[in-house]
T-cell receptor, first 112, second 111 residues
Framework: GQNIDQPTEMTATEGAIVQINCTYQTSGFNGLFWYQQHAGEAPTFLSYNVLDGLEEKGRFSSFLSRSKGYSYLLLKELQMKDSASYLCAVRDQSDSWGKLQFGAGTQVVVTP | DSGVTQTPKHLITATGQRVTLRCSPRSGDLSVYWYQQSLDQGLQFLIQYYNGEERAKGNILERFSAQQFPDLHSELNLSSLELGDSALYFC??????????FGPGTRLLVL
């Protein structure tokens, strides 16, 4: 099985940077995903990491360290619309069919 | 728009009843996943189908069942509904790249 931990809530100011950490324990890691979810809406895919290092996509970047069981999502130049829940999800190697285990999500509140 | 569609958007029913939720995956995707998200809860994986066959099961109750049809659409059947079944139910699909794309969800309210 997998244990996925991420902070419950983070608050930051518009224009600032926020880093959301995610730690996981898995018997066989096979990829980590980040999703954004606005209240009452569907999760939308942000990023995917399977190898160590940083993946950058515009204002969003995601980092992975497999040896530490650790990832972070970095949100730069925060905008009010970035207020949402951010979900870390891990795929286990033992599940070749792609099932994901989701963390409880980190609620990011962007203030003016 | 992810390309995944779900119907209905909202559903209100009574305890003890049975409902069917429908999902159409993105064009070309063979895998369909069902998730439940209760108020203030994370996404709980229920079940996965691949090209018509069940591939993985999560925390799905025996009162719940699902299937995937030859045209790849999927249905989630919830029976003997209880108040605690009130939740958002999401369907997701994936193709060869294995990233899951989520539909807009069905909001179920059991009264």
């Amino acid at each position: 099985g997998q244990n996925i931990d991420q902070p419950t809530e983070m608050t930051a100011t518009e224009g600032a940077i926020v880093q959301i950490n995610c730690t996981y324990q898995t018997s066989g890691f096979n990829g980590l995903f980040w999703y954004q979810q606005h209240a009452g809406e569907a999760p939308t895919f942000l990023s995917y990491n399977v190898l160590d290092g940083l993946e950058e996509k515009g204002r969003f970047s995601s980092f992975l360290s497999r040896s530490k069981g650790y990832s972070y999502l970095l949100l730069k130049e925060l905008q009010m619309k970035d207020s949402a829940s951010y979900l870390c999800a891990v795929r286990d190697q033992s599940d070749s069919w792609g099932k994901l285990q989701f963390g409880a999500g980190t609620q990011v509140v962007v203030t003016p | 728009d992810s390309g995944v569609t779900q119907t209905p958007k909202h559903l209100i029913t009574a305890t003890g009843q049975r409902v069917t939720l429908r999902c159409s995956p993105r064009s070309g995707d063979l895998s369909v996943y069902w998730y439940q998200q209760s108020l203030d809860q994370g996404l709980q994986f229920l079940i996965q189908y691949y090209n018509g066959e069940e591939r993985a099961k999560g925390n799905i109750l025996e009162r719940f069942s699902a299937q995937q049809f030859p045209d790849l659409h999927s249905e989630l059947n919830l029976s003997s509904l209880e108040l605690g079944d009130s939740a958002l139910y999401f369907c997701a699909s994936s193709g060869s790249e294995e990233t899951q794309y989520f539909g807009p969800g069905t909001r179920l309210l059991v009264l």
